[in-house]
């Protein structure tokens, strides 16, 4: 079973972060970005929660849609401090010039 699931979280993770990277070529926002990527680790959660509750047929199944979330969540804040490193980096370029 983990044959399945282990890639599926990996395809989630790069989803997450491609449907985030084109949501930061639109509107230019890193910030943004974050955002949507943490909107789409519960949406992502959820859809894996159910997949493997069909595949599995066990209730405590839903444990590895939880799982799923936290490292997507993870991804998110991992952006999100990216996002503020590339804010504060710009501000002290801005002020030393």
């Known amino acids: ?15 997450a972060n491609i449907i985030g990277f084109i949501f930061y070529k639109k509107k230019k926002n890193l910030y943004f970005a974050a955002f ?12 894996g929660g159910v997949l493997t509750i ?8 839903i444990f590895y849609g939880m799982q799923l979330g936290q490292y997507l969540i993870a991804n998110s804040v991992i952006v999100f401090i990216i996002a503020i490193l590339v804010t504060v980096i710009k501000k002290y370029n801005n002020v030393k010039v």
């Not at 079973?1 to 989803?15: A, E, K, N, R």
């Not at 949507?36 to 859809?47: C, P, R, S, T």
């Not at 599995?56 to 199944?61: L, N, R, S």
């Open 54 to 61: 069909f595949i599995i047929k066990d209730a405590f199944a």
């Open 36 to 47: 949507i990527i943490l909107l789409l680790a519960v949406l992502f959660g959820a859809i």
């Open 1 to 15: 079973m983990s044959d399945f699931l282990l890639p599926l979280m990996g395809v989630f993770i790069v989803i």
